[in-house]
């Protein structure tokens, strides 16, 4: 089963920035699809970007423009640039390889309101 890390979630001001990490653990972020989902408290998990193995991303639109996401290969790491935080983004941020089900600890974003 793939494994992955999350880690880089801190609390932050409106209007803040943060790099997630995802660190594979005995499994490539490059040679699969890549997914980062959120959840916010009491509410459902929720998909906002892929990243392709050949390099193309796509978002939800509650975070296109604001969210990118990008891969170290050689440290085997996708990242998460998240930019011009709301109190709406407070949620645990998870990544996961696509068509597999397990999830990992997650790494908890909180932007104070």
């Known amino acids: 089963q793939a494994q992955f890390v999350e880690s880089g979630g801190d609390l932050v001001q409106p209007g803040g920035s943060l790099t997630l990490s995802c660190a594979g653990a005995?499994?490539?972020?490059?040679?699969?699809?890549m997914t980062w989902h959120r959840q916010a408290p009491g509410k459902a998990r929720e998909w906002i970007a892929t990243?392709?193995?050949?390099?193309?991303?796509f978002y939800a639109d509650s975070v296109k423009g604001r969210f990118a996401v990008s891969r170290n290969e050689d440290k085997n790491t996708m990242y998460l640039q998240l930019n011009d935080l709301t109190p709406e983004d407070t949620a645990t941020y998870y990544c996961?390889?696509?068509?597999?089900?397990?999830w990992g600890q997650g790494t908890q974003v909180t932007v104070l309101s």
């Open positions: 996961q390889q696509h068509g597999t089900t397990a």
């Open positions: 990243l392709f193995p050949g390099g193309a991303t």
């Open positions: 005995g499994s490539s972020v490059s040679a699969e699809i």
